[in-house]
């Protein structure tokens, strides 16, 4: 991996193949990962690396399937806007923002879902990916009603419209099947599969909250993708959004209603500046290279990795998550050779008396910061406990204290502190944006065909978020593992 990841060594190796071409889309078998290394020792599947690539510039690319070269192809079959299945009433047509989302960065994450889902007997493949298409806009239709800021446009740094435009919605289908696919699933394919792109000016000029794109592969397995703004969303709040749509398309009887309650407790500054940061910053003409790979722990991985951290017999072992951000920071430290700071987001809903409902939504976080020097040797131990002392910062006397207008003041320091360290080009500490998103329920997002093989992040090559080096933290379908994908200037990959 070079010298970002010093301690890991993967292989390019694909997935377990299911029937040939799966034309009927039947595969009950499960989709695995192969052996890998951790620390230069042999183990059984523990992490894994897939190579990065930058972003596609059409819809047909080449792919490597059993050592021949393939092409993917990507056919667009509709656009259109889904609007809620019932109007806003007037009294919700303006959606304010809460000052924790007027101070995030607006920018699109896109988060995939794959399915195999089993084709019923006697019915032609035509007829099930119709079926499936329609019952996708019907029940995301139905859901936009109490998800109404979703179908609005973002204004401004201050509210969303909720004038029921509609959700920007596209359809694809491909010409591989999807085990093919996920082989090999460089960020070059990953992206193809999603609705938003960089240079997309027309899309970014409308602000969708939102946006969705279906793909149907030639084996009937589909993968949604939601392209969901960070000015409405975090984490978790795709989550629900997700688990909502799903429940709503199989005709559960329980379902999932969002709260509102963000800019009640974190109310707005209305005379802040209007206009948001960029989406997207343009491509500078000096702007550094970014490689983006993907790493993937399984519980064996972790185990050991946890109890590396826990040196000494009074050590208690990590969380899964904080051990993996050590190492990643234990790892970007020694390449960087100069002092650096971790920033981490930290859910807030449950810090706050009584504690919110998992299903609030907007940016309910804020950052922990972690300080570190520029010794290259430093124990993996004490990386893990600076993480854990900077979370444990937000607590619930945290989140009393930046309520009120002193608390105004308090978030607006801490946001100047955070741009002079990420963005200022005279900085001399090097900083890394590592965000966990474990445990949200990703996997359990049946839309009636079953619960998602795999669930990921996908990003390209470019910082488009403006961060420098980032990375997400996803658990993997087992539960018990963790995939993290990590972008860094390529000098450190």
């Known amino acids: 991996m070079g010298e970002l990841i010093q301690d890991l060594h993967s292989r390019e190796d694909g997935l377990t193949e299911g029937p040939e071409g799966c034309p009927q889309g039947h595969y009950d078998g499960q989709v695995s990962f192969p052996v890998s290394k951790v620390h230069g020792k042999q183990s059984n599947g523990h992490v894994y690396s897939f190579p990065s690539s930058g972003i596609a510039g059409s819809r047909s690319i080449h792919l490597s399937v059993n050592q021949k070269t393939a092409y993917m192809d990507i056919e667009i079959i509709s656009k259109e806007e889904i609007k809620p299945a019932s109007p806003t009433p007037p009294e919700l047509r303006t959606f304010r923002f809460s000052i924790l989302d007027q101070l995030t960065r607006d920018s699109y994450t896109n988060i995939l879902f794959f399915f195999f889902p089993r084709k019923q007997r006697g019915t032609y493949l035509n007829d099930v990916i119709s079926q499936r298409s329609r019952c996708l806009k019907e029940s995301l239709s139905k859901t936009l009603v109490p998800f109404y800021p979703l179908a609005g446009k973002i204004k401004d740094n201050l509210h969303i419209a909720c004038n029921d435009d509609g959700v920007y919605y596209v359809e694809t289908q491909t010409n591989i099947g999807l085990l093919d ?37 030639y084996c009937s397995g589909i993968a949604i993708c939601l392209s969901a703004s960070h000015k409405i969303f975090d984490g978790l709040s795709v989550s629900t959004f997700m688990q909502s749509w799903a429940a709503t398309a199989r005709e559960s ?58 040196i000494s017999t009074s050590s208690a072992k990590p969380s899964s998550a904080k051990a993996v951000m050590g190492l990643l920071w234990k790892s970007a430290i020694a390449a960087w050779k100069v002092r650096s700071v971790l920033f981490i987001p930290v859910n807030l809903r449950t810090k706050v008396s009584p504690p919110l409902s998992p299903h609030s939504l907007g940016n309910i976080v804020w950052l922990a910061r972690a300080k570190c020097c520029d010794n290259p040797k430093l124990e993996l131990e004490l990386l893990i406990n600076k993480i854990s002392n900077s979370i444990g910062t937000m607590n619930a006397d945290f989140v009393e204290s930046i309520n009120g207008e002193n608390g105004i003041q308090k978030l607006m320091g801490a946001l100047k502190d955070f741009h002079e360290v990420f963005y200022d080009p005279n900085s001399m500490a090097e900083c890394i944006y590592i965000s966990s998103i474990r445990k949200t329920g990703f996997y359990e997002a049946d839309f009636g065909w079953g619960k998602p093989i795999w669930t990921c992040i996908a990003r390209g090559n470019r910082d488009l978020h403006g961060l420098g080096n980032i990375a997400h933290l996803i658990e993997t379908k087992s539960g018990d593992g963790i995939e993290a994908l990590v972008t860094m200037k390529e000098e450190y990959m």
């Open 253 to 310: 009887t329980v379902q999932i209603n969002p709260s509102f309650i963000s800019s009640s407790l974190f109310p707005p500054i209305l005379d802040m500046y209007q206009d948001s940061p960029p989406v997207v910053s343009k491509p500078q003409k000096n702007e550094p290279k970014y490689a983006t790979s993907r790493f993937v722990f399984d519980s064996s991985a972790l185990a050991a990795l946890k109890s590396k951290a826990a």
């Open 181 to 217: 696919f996920l082989r090999k699933p460089e960020n070059e394919f990953m992206n193809q599969l999603c609705p938003f792109h960089p240079d997309s000016t027309e899309l970014l000029s409308k602000s969708y909250p939102i946006m969705v794109q279906v793909n149907i592969f």
